[in-house]
C-alpha cells in the first residue's frame, strides 16, 4: 500500500504562481483549486488513493532556538499592498483546506503539530504512524514525500521515496549514487555544511552540500579531505563542533520525536465530491471525463 505524504504549504506556494487569481463569485478559489488537482494528478500517477496531509505551524521551535531561522525569507511586513493580499489569499485557502474542506471531501488525515514543521509531521508518521488496521492492507507500507524540500532526503529508506517536480520517485539507491552516502548521514552533513533555504549558517568554508554537490561538508564526510588540513581543524575545532550541535538539532527530523500520529480510514463519496466541486464553481472537475477520473482514482461510489 503506497501512503501519499503531502508536504501542503510546498504544493500550495507551486500552484499559486500559476491559479492564485482564480476565483468565483468573488471568492479566490485558485490554490484550492491546483491542490486538488495535483491530488487528482498524484493519485492517478502513483496509483494510490491514500493520502496524509502535512502542515506548518505559525509557530515555530525552531525560531525560538535559533532566531535567524528562515529569517530570510520575505514576510508580510516585506510585501507590497498588492504583494500582501496575494499572501493573505494563499493562506486564507490553504487554512480553508486544512480547517473545512479536506475533511469535508472525507480525507480524514490532515495533520499539524504547534510549533513543528510540515516535514516534521511527514517524518513522525514514517517513524511513529499508527495506521488504522483498515487501512493496512500489507504489514509494512510504501511512502511517497511529496515535497521538493531537500532535508527530507534524511527519511528516504527502502520503502520510503520522495516525488520530485516532474513525478519521478527519488529513492535512497539514486540519493546513494549521487551522493555516496546513506540517507540517514544528511543532517550530519547539512549540519557543518549549514542550509541557505533556512537561513543555517554552516561552519567557514563548507558550503550547503543542497546547493553544490562539491561541497566540502560531502568531501568531510567521504574522506576526501587532508586529515590534518586547515578545513579538518576548523570542522573539528571547538567552534566547529558547537555549530554542528547547534544544526544538528535543527535539521534532524522530527524535532520532537516522542508525538504519535494515528492514521485513519478515509470516508470518501461521489456525491460529497460533487457537492464541493459545485460549491467551488469547479465545473472543469465536474465535466464527465474528467469526474470519471476522480471516481476512478478515489474508488468514489
Not at 480525507?107 to 510540515?118: Q, V, W
Not at 495506521?131 to 532526503?153: G, Q, R
Request: hydrophobic share 40%.
Amino acid at each position: 500500500m503506497k501512503i501519499m505524504l503531502i508536504d501542503c504549504a510546498n504544493i500550495g506556494h507551486a500552484v499559486f504562481h500559476g491559479l492564485g487569481e482564480l476565483d468565483y463569485h468573488g471568492r479566490q478559489t485558485g490554490v484550492i483549486f491546483g491542490f486538488l488537482n495535483k491530488v487528482l494528478q498524484l493519485a492517478r500517477t502513483h496509483e494510490t488513493n491514500q493520502f496524509v496531509f502535512c502542515w506548518d505551524s505559525q509557530r515555530s521551535i525552531r525560531r525560538t532556538m535559533y532566531p535567524a531561522y528562515k529569517k530570510h525569507r520575505d514576510g508580510p511586513d516585506d510585501y507590497t499592498t498588492s504583494e500582501n493580499i496575494d499572501y493573505l489569499a494563499l493562506h486564507a485557502q490553504l487554512d480553508e483546506l486544512r480547517q473545512y474542506l479536506l475533511y469535508k471531501l472525507g480525507f480524514s488525515n490532515s495533520i499539524m503539530y504547534t510549533g513543528l514543521e510540515a516535514d516534521d509531521v511527514i517524518a513522525l508518521v514514517i517513524k511513529n504512524g499508527v495506521i488504522d488496521p483498515a487501512w493496512l492492507t500489507y504489514s509494512v507500507p510504501e511512502y511517497l514525500i511529496v515535497s521538493t524540500d531537500k532535508d527530507m532526503f534524511q527519511l528516504l529508506a527502502p520503502k520510503v521515496g520522495m516525488v520530485r517536480k516532474k513525478g519521478e520517485v527519488y529513492t535512497q539507491t539514486l540519493f546513494m549514487k549521487e551522493y555516496d552516502m546513506w540517507p540517514w548521514r544528511w543532517p550530519m552533513v547539512k549540519a557543518i555544511g549549514g542550509c541557505v533555504s533556512d537561513n543555517v549558517e554552516g561552519i567557514e568554508g563548507v558550503a550547503d552540500p543542497a546547493k553544490s554537490k562539491t561541497s566540502y561538508a560531502l568531501k568531510y564526510f567521504n574522506s576526501g579531505l587532508k586529515p590534518d588540513g586547515k578545513l579538518v581543524k576548523r570542522i573539528e575545532s571547538a567552534k566547529g563542533r558547537a555549530i554542528y550541535d547547534r544544526n544538528i538539532a535543527l535539521i534532524s527530523l522530527p524535532l520532537k520525536d516522542r508525538l504519535i500520529p494515528k492514521i485513519k480510514a478515509d470516508h470518501l463519496s461521489r456525491d460529497t465530491f460533487v457537492t464541493i466541486f459545485d460549491e467551488l464553481g469547479f465545473t472543469s472537475f465536474l465535466k464527465p471525463a474528467k469526474l470519471q477520473q476522480w471516481e476512478e482514482a478515489f474508488a468514489l461510489i
